[in-house]
């Protein structure tokens, strides 16, 4: 009889949005937050994650939808991954302690329900110009851009693959 192989732990990390609030509470403290769509996951990214889970206790990443990563104006084949194949991913790597989503075109809601204590965004953010910032601020909280890795974006390496086609 063959032997039952459990989930993936990981998986445990994945959570709804209605539920979002209450797991984040849960976590330890000082939570950072963090967004984007995520698509094709590269070094830029696991090395940017790694850089704002170090500013905090936990780190929770909140996924544009799939419609709310369309509305981004990426392309009409974006996201490449759907939203559940990019939480799974998302999940898996040892930086991030939750994966949630949300459907707007920023994540201001979002933020204002969870309150964490530290936002951060890519390096190409003006952190003084975002509305996410104001909020954070508002309760006390910090918001930061953590610089890019030089070289690495999906947008470019999906066009490298489609050249090479």
């Known amino acids: 009889m063959p032997t039952a192989i459990p989930p993936p732990g990981f998986l445990g990390k994945i959570t709804a949005r209605a539920e979002a609030a209450r797991r984040v509470a ?8 963090t967004n984007g769509v995520f698509d094709v996951l590269h070094r830029g990214h ?3 994650l790694a850089q704002a889970r170090a500013l905090g206790a936990s ?5 544009n939808s799939d419609a709310s990563a369309r509305r981004l104006g990426k392309g009409p084949e974006r996201p490449l991954n759907n939203e559940q194949d990019r939480a799974i991913m998302m999940a898996a790597l040892e ?3 939750l994966v949630t989503w949300f459907d707007e ?3 201001l809601e979002l933020i204002t329900e969870l309150r964490p204590q ?3 965004k890519g390096g190409d953010y003006d952190m003084s110009r975002l509305a ?15 610089p890019f890795v030089d070289g690495y974006s999906t947008t470019a390496l999906v066009a490298r693959i489609r050249a090479a086609s």
């Open 118 to 120: 530290v936002l951060v």
């Open 132 to 146: 996410e910032t104001r909020v954070v601020e508002q309760y006390g909280g910090r918001a930061l851009a953590i």
């Open 95 to 97: 930086s991030v302690s």
């Open 59 to 63: 780190l929770v990443v909140a996924l």
């Open 46 to 48: 696991v090395t940017y």
């Open 26 to 33: 849960g976590l330890p403290q000082p939570v950072v937050f």
């Open 105 to 107: 075109d920023t994540p």
